[in-house]
């Protein structure tokens, strides 16, 4: 079988893939894989780390809406076309899983010129407009958020990291707390803002340092690779530990207690896979949707938002630690997180590809 992925540009698009990649290959190594994407993408540098053949496909941006501004693309989108039915035609594709972002919309049409059965998966609770066309040329359509306005959508959550879906956090909390030079019986707060981290919630955590310091807590903060801290905690106890980025998420989660982030659509599902009650603080700019991702796990039980605007080290004190020091609650929250996550969507997606490919 050969299984082509389209989903470039951001990790929100590419991890997705490459988690029903592996979940492929777990139910047959035999499996041919290719992903599609674009030089300009973060999938350059993912899908090869993750041993996955990469095509590229020339970038062909467009509007986020249905507008004429459509007209001005034509020649360039005929061009990604051409190529994305090339390499259809080259591994001689069963079936094209699209993610979304400018490599997909090339990839639907070429599959439909091509007559290759399409499959699509939306992380996002408002999709792009790759994932709305696509959804006009199939039947088969799953979504990541329970209220996704796609035609024929079927609810499955986002296929998530193995080494994050499947790990137990409570079993490695220790070892991952000694990882990161933590103490092993300190209540842990996480903070990070996504990939490349925010910077309104590294300057909140690091003024609140010294009332999370005289509480107890201790601190694992991922400021993000191009941010830079202008006064760093004193060493001291608790710990405050910075670093510019984690390659080892799945440590980090089970070294914390609760955490404070952004709500992006693979942070939400992660934390809630693995039971890991948040506070979220949605992204100011954009289209809305990192609320919208919040939104069911805070009503649920299993975290509050903050807006970004009124995010301070007054908050954190006034807000956060009380939770922080009431372990009946950060249990309580554990577990409300726990029941809205879905661990399983990796190889879920993978036994519908295989099945429609079957058929």
Not at 6 to 34: M, N, Y
Not at 245 to 261: F, H, S
């Amino acid at each position: 079988m050969r299984v082509v992925l389209a989903g470039g540009g951001t990790a929100g698009h590419i991890e997705p893939a490459l988690a029903l990649a592996d979940a492929l290959r777990e139910q047959d190594p035999a499996i041919g894989i290719t992903c599609l994407g674009t030089e300009r993408g973060l999938e350059t540098r993912l899908v090869p780390e993750r041993g996955y053949e990469l095509a590229l496909v020339p970038a062909v941006p467009l509007p986020r809406s249905l507008t004429p501004k459509l007209l001005t693309v034509p020649g360039r989108l005929a061009g990604a076309i051409s190529t994305a039915a090339g390499i259809l035609d080259q591994v001689r594709a069963d079936v094209l899983v699209g993610f979304g972002g400018y490599v997909a919309t090339p990839a639907y049409l070429a599959a439909r010129r091509r007559g290759v059965p399409i499959v699509v998966h939306e992380a996002n609770p408002r999709p792009g407009l790759a994932n709305r066309l696509g959804a006009r040329l199939t039947d088969h359509v799953f979504t990541g958020h329970p209220d996704t306005p796609l035609p024929n959508a079927q609810y499955i959550g986002i296929p998530l990291r193995r080494q994050i879906a499947g790990m137990d956090r409570l079993s490695l909390g220790d070892k991952a707390r000694s990882y990161f030079g933590l103490e092993s019986d300190r209540v842990t707060l996480l903070v990070f803002g996504g990939s490349q981290g925010a910077r309104s919630i590294n300057k909140a955590a690091l003024a609140a340092a010294p009332r999370l310091r005289a509480a107890g807590v201790q601190v694992l903060h991922v400021i993000g690779p191009k941010n830079t801290v202008e006064v760093e905690p004193p060493p001291g106890d608790p710990q405050y530990v910075i670093l510019p980025y984690i390659d080892r998420m799945d440590l980090a989660y089970a070294a914390a207690d609760l955490v404070l982030c952004r709500s992006g659509a693979i942070t939400c599902a992660e934390l809630t896979a693995v039971g890991l009650p948040a506070a979220y603080v949605p992204l100011p700019h954009g289209n809305g949707e990192q609320r919208l991702n919040a939104q069911p796990i805070v009503q649920a039980g299993g975290g509050i938002m903050i807006d970004d605007a009124d995010l301070s080290a007054e908050w954190i004190t006034a807000t956060l630690l009380p939770i922080l020091n009431d372990p009946e609650r950060v249990v309580a929250m554990s577990e409300a997180a726990s029941r809205m996550g879905r661990a399983d969507a990796d190889a879920t997606l993978a036994r519908k590809v295989l099945e429609i490919v079957s058929r």
